[in-house]
């Protein structure tokens, strides 16, 4: 609950940074963004008052969507390392190295042998080089430190 | 309408096309059986790839994924006890059961042969509707237009999740993103902050990319885990067939199971899985062994699987014929749609029925296909859903990027996608519905169009029309039922 509270607090302060941006729009620009900027953050102010009145009552988890993993505290900051590290080596090596060395080292440090990662990582550059560059020529971005 | 139906079955006989349906057909199998996807992630991802195909290609290659994916599913569901896509949530009640008893293979021929055969309904039915759609349409203008845009983006906003007012604040935020760049009617830049990568506003694929996949992927790198651990027992030829007996067996069930299939997939904003636990709740309450469900009873694999193979057709009916989706995934399938130069909404049926025919036609022969490779391959395929959790997480990784790459050559998008992906994550978790996002971004251009059409010609009266008014009532109707029908049981 305190997370959505920050979530819809953050949200509800957006839309009012839009709702003042929009003011200085020309009358066809603005109309139709207002009036859902307008009903969105009512919205959103309802649900706030809800929670912070604790009268939101507990919701079952909905079949479309699939249930977050039970996982501890510090696991949620894999993901953002990992992806993160995952960006930086696109943007210094390119699609062909940066990737190819991430699955690597994913696999690595997540225990697979040698034999799996390398083979994973050739086929990495098999996509990238082979299905990207060749077949479909579509040449991905090759990295700032190649260029 | 045959004739149609005949030059879509023409259209698709094409090598190359034949060639991006089997590759769909297969994709399918693999994305079905892998708990972590599911077709609606399928189609978020494979989106980048349609980029300038020709549609009919693109359709074949997305729907042979999306029509194989749930029925695919079920076997993850039947042999390991986990859902291989959402629909097949019901399916593991009784097919799990059945495994442990050593049933394993009926309840797949089953399975297999109870969807495909309730795809292959829905498909029909899509095409039967086509010629009764195309006359309804050419009476609706831009009022119209609007109230239906409105209705749909609604209804899949509340229905079907835990929280309206959440799927309301999510379908408004979607709204939003979408005034994003230039507007269309004035050509003014909105909300850009100067920002030359927002001139143009931001992309489909990222947003479904961000939306649909990356919450996958961050999920699979966060738990580390893998995704099926059960030792499973190999299916036998005699048992399969049982199966696929038991469907013809039970004949009466079946057609049930596929008209609340098709109501659901026609009503906008349930989906597939709700078809399923539907098919599955009236197959307990007309049986005459009722206790016996849960326990590894036929039925209860038969019902489900017809309801969400002939939900397929059903929900493709108001997508195509009013740009109201049926469900999440036909959300994506009104982006697919757009990407590919098609403007969705009520004159697609009129303006593009061929291709709609061979939609149809794509579908018919993905669900024939697709069941014959899982009959026999059965014994084959739970070995998939056995690849290790940190060799899909980076697999997935790394499609997603080059996905988003691949829409304009800049990484920009990339770091949008993955922006967008980290918040979509958040509001998975706080039950947000992304669907709803991802529809109010989608439609927002058209709903601001049709709105500015409508206020031209009509001033603010356009909502008292006689069609936009009832729209209008149906709407409030179908939105507020369900609360109004529980103070009115508490009250009496």
Known sequence: MKLDIIFSSVVLAILIVMMVVSTGYPPKARLFPLILIIFTAGLVGIHLIKLIWGKTKKEELSEVEKPAARVSWTSYFRAPVWIGGFLLAIYLLGYLVGAALFSLLYLKVHGEKWGMAIGFSLGVIALVYGGFEIALKTPLYGGLLFQ | ?????????????????????????????????????????????????????????????????????????????????????????????????????????????????SSSLGGLVGALTLALSIPIFRPIVMAFGSPESLMLVLMGISSVAVLGVSSPLKGL??????????????????????????????????????????????????????TGESIAKVRVSTPTTTDLWEGVKDVFRHWGLFIRACVIGLIIGIAPGVGATAAAWMGYAQAKQTSKNPEKFGTGCIEGVIAPEAAHGADHGGGMIPTLAFAVPGSGSMAILLGILVILGIQPGPFLIRDHADLVFSMVAIMMVSYIVGAII???????????????????GPSI??????????????????????????IAYLMRHLDYSRPAVFLGFLLGGLAERYFYLSLGAYRWSFFFLPIPFTIIVITVIMLSFEKVYGWIKSRF
């Open chain 2, 1 to 113: 309408m045959i004739l149609g139906l005949f030059n879509g079955f023409l259209s698709i006989m094409d090598p190359v096309i034949l060639t991006y349906l089997m590759g769909g057909i297969l994709l399918g199998v693999v994305i079905g059986i892998l708990p972590a996807l599911g077709g609606l992630n399928g189609l978020a991802i494979l989106m980048p790839l349609v980029f300038g195909m020709e549609p009919t290609r693109a359709f074949a290659l997305l729907l042979g994924m999306y029509s194989i994916s749930p029925m695919a599913g079920a076997a993850t569901a039947i042999l390991m006890n986990i859902p291989g896509d959402s629909p097949n949530s019901a399916t593991l009640l009784d097919g799990f059961p059945m495994t442990e008893q050593g049933h394993a293979g009926r309840a797949l021929g089953a399975a297999f042969t």
């Open chain 2, 169 to 222: 604040i999510a379908a408004g935020l979607g709204f939003i993103v979408s005034f994003i760049g230039y507007q269309a009617v004035s050509g003014f830049a909105r909300y850009t902050f100067d920002i030359p990568y927002f001139f143009d506003g931001l992309d489909v694929v990222p947003m479904a990319l961000g939306l649909f996949a990356m919450p996958e992927v961050i999920d699979l790198i966060t």
């Open chain 2, 374 to 392: 899982l009959i026999c391959g059965s014994a084959q395929l739970a070995k998939v859903a056995f690849i290790r959790g940190h060799i899909m």
């Open chain 2, 397 to 422: 990784l790394i499609l997603v990027a080059i996905g988003a790459y691949c829409v304009d050559g800049s990484l920009l998008d990339v770091f949008t996608t993955f922006a967008i992906g980290g």
